[in-house]
């Protein structure tokens, strides 16, 4: 039977943080409007930038975690969980609504996208796996603590839907549930930053050399694809609707001040 | 809060109101305490960190009237009435293991002053939220 929802998949982007952000919740915004469609964009970052959780304001940071990044761009995003350092990985964002299942639970969601992250990571010759209860000590659905009490960067951190490739995270997720749908965003460490403070978290390159895909940019077009067939959702290449354009540069400038940063 | 209902059933005290998103309100006098359903709670496993409306700040009926999160889910709670807020339970914010354990004593959120007190009496009763919770199950 066919689906009474709509992939809407969005060109790859290129651009700095405020802007992807803005886009993001420009989206979320929008699927107040389009509760038949799952939107999914992809992008890349056009310089290394640290975004923090939602709940990590920069103000509240303590001292030592801030000096090894004051002098990188930093963003805050509307979705949960620690620092990512975005240093040549693959982020994507997905808006599914909330009357579709798989937005029913926060666990359901992130494990449907990383059965479909994995499925195609494993076609070119990546194994990644969901972090195993046994290994991480954490059950399913269950963060290891507190912001305070977690790890300030994500990477660093260990949760049980985590994507991992002999043990070491490669993809992570983070949520922000509304009323209506749900944004979820994630990260695929794509290979090894240089930065002092992110150097020790070896990427998906560095973890499987011979991985078929070298570029993240075309494995994101195949993502979209695979995601419309696991999901048996129709696929559309779409460009933004122009309110979503709109919304997301007044996003855009709102997440540049330091106001953002700072408060919720 | 918007949450799959797959659990077992809570036993939803009967002298409160009850929103579809999750949120529950008892009126004492002209003061309207608010908190999350110890369903909500359930679902949410572990709570990590809780941001709610200021004392003296207005908020409309489905409103936004704080943000938990849980599980790197940001989640959004909802005004289920409109007035303003007089206090916030500042005990729950630096220990939500109040709203784990006590959702429907010591760990309530804020108190309001409603604008119209009929607005509580419109929301749902623990029977209706005991249907809806049980019709929403995926």
Same mark, same amino acid.
């Given at each position: 039977?066919?689906?009474?929802?709509?992939?809407?998949?969005?060109?790859?982007?290129?651009? =700095?943080?405020?802007?992807?952000?803005?886009?993001?919740?420009?989206?979320?915004?929008?699927?107040?409007?389009?509760?038949?469609?799952?939107?999914?964009?992809?992008?890349?970052?056009?310089?290394?930038?640290?975004?923090?959780?939602?709940?990590?304001?920069?103000?509240?940071?303590?001292?030592?975690?801030?000096?090894?990044?004051?002098?990188?761009?930093?963003?805050? +995003?509307?979705?949960?969980?620690?620092?990512?350092?975005?240093?040549?990985?693959?982020?994507?964002?997905?808006?599914?609504?909330?009357?579709?299942?798989?937005?029913?639970?926060?666990?359901?969601?992130?494990?449907?996208?990383? =059965?479909?992250?994995?499925?195609?990571?494993?076609?070119?010759?990546?194994?990644?796996?969901?972090?195993?209860?046994?290994?991480?000590?954490?059950?399913?659905?269950?963060?290891?603590?507190?912001?305070?009490?977690?790890?300030?960067?994500?990477?660093?951190?260990?949760?049980? =839907?985590?994507?991992?490739?002999?043990?070491?995270?490669?993809?992570?997720?983070?949520?922000?549930? +509304?009323?209506?749908?749900?944004?979820?965003?994630?990260?695929?460490?794509?290979? +090894?930053?240089?930065?002092?403070?992110?150097?020790?978290?070896?990427?998906?390159?560095?973890?499987?050399?011979?991985?078929?895909?070298?570029?993240?940019?075309?494995?994101?077009? +195949?993502?979209?694809?695979?995601?419309?067939?696991?999901?048996?959702?129709?696929?559309?290449?779409?460009?933004?609707?122009?309110?979503?354009?709109?919304?997301?540069?007044?996003?855009?400038?709102?997440?540049?001040?330091?106001?953002?940063?700072?408060?919720? | 809060?918007?949450?799959?209902?797959?659990?077992?059933?809570?036993?939803?005290?009967?002298?409160?109101?009850?929103?579809?998103?999750?949120?529950?309100?008892?009126?004492?006098?002209?003061?309207?305490?608010?908190?999350?359903?110890?369903?909500?709670?359930?679902?949410?496993?572990?709570?990590?960190?809780?941001?709610?409306?200021?004392?003296?700040?207005?908020?409309?009926?489905?409103?936004?009237?704080?943000?938990?999160?849980?599980?790197?889910?940001?989640?959004?709670?909802?005004?289920?009435?409109?007035?303003?807020?007089?206090?916030?339970?500042?005990?729950?914010?630096?220990?939500?293991?109040?709203?784990?354990?006590?959702?429907?004593?010591?760990?309530?959120?804020?108190?309001?002053?409603?604008?119209?007190?009929?607005?509580?009496?419109?929301?749902?009763?623990?029977?209706?939220?005991?249907?809806?919770?049980?019709?929403?199950?995926?």
């Amino acid at each position: 039977m066919r689906s009474k929802y709509n992939l809407n998949v969005l060109p790859t982007m290129h651009a =700095d943080g405020a802007t992807q952000m803005g886009f993001d919740l420009a989206l979320l915004d929008h699927a107040h409007e389009t509760p038949d469609t799952i939107w999914l964009r992809t992008y890349t970052w056009s310089a290394p930038t640290l975004s923090l959780g939602y709940f990590q304001t920069w103000k509240e940071l303590p001292e030592q975690l801030k000096t090894p990044w004051e002098n990188v761009a930093v963003v805050r +995003r509307p979705t949960g969980g620690g620092a990512i350092w975005h240093d040549g990985d693959l982020t994507y964002a997905i808006v599914v609504p909330s009357n579709h299942a798989w937005a029913a639970s926060a666990r359901v969601l992130y494990q449907a996208i990383h =059965d479909a992250i994995s499925g195609l990571m494993a076609s070119d010759g990546a194994n990644l796996q969901r972090r195993q209860v046994e290994a991480s000590g954490v059950e399913s659905g269950q963060a290891t603590g507190s912001v305070a009490n977690s790890p300030f960067l994500c990477f660093d951190d260990g949760d049980a =839907d985590d994507l991992v490739l002999r043990g070491i995270k490669v993809v992570g997720g983070a949520q922000r549930r +509304r009323g209506w749908a749900t944004l979820q965003h994630g990260s695929i460490h794509w290979e +090894r930053s240089s930065h002092e403070s992110a150097s020790h978290l070896p990427g998906l390159l560095d973890l499987c050399p011979d991985f078929a895909e070298r570029s993240p940019v075309k494995w994101a077009d +195949r993502f979209g694809k695979r995601l419309s067939e696991a999901w048996e959702l129709p696929y559309k290449l779409v460009q933004p609707p122009a309110e979503v354009v709109m919304a997301a540069h007044a996003w855009s400038n709102r997440l540049k001040e330091l106001e953002w940063l700072e408060k919720r | 809060m918007i949450m799959e209902i797959h659990t077992k059933m809570s036993n939803f005290p009967t002298d409160l109101r009850y929103a579809e998103t999750h949120e529950w309100v008892r009126l004492e006098g002209d003061t309207a305490t608010i908190g999350l359903s110890a369903f909500a709670v359930e679902q949410l496993t572990d709570l990590i960190v809780i941001d709610l409306a200021k004392p003296g700040s207005k908020v409309k009926t489905g409103g936004r009237l704080g943000e938990v999160e849980s599980v790197k889910s940001v989640n959004d709670i909802y005004a289920p009435i409109a007035g303003e807020v007089l206090e916030v339970n500042a005990a729950v914010v630096a220990d939500l293991s109040k709203l784990s354990n006590d959702p429907y004593g010591s760990g309530w959120l804020v108190k309001i002053k409603p604008d119209n007190t009929a607005d509580i009496e419109a929301m749902m009763s623990a029977d209706d939220y005991t249907k809806a919770v049980a019709g929403s199950d995926h």
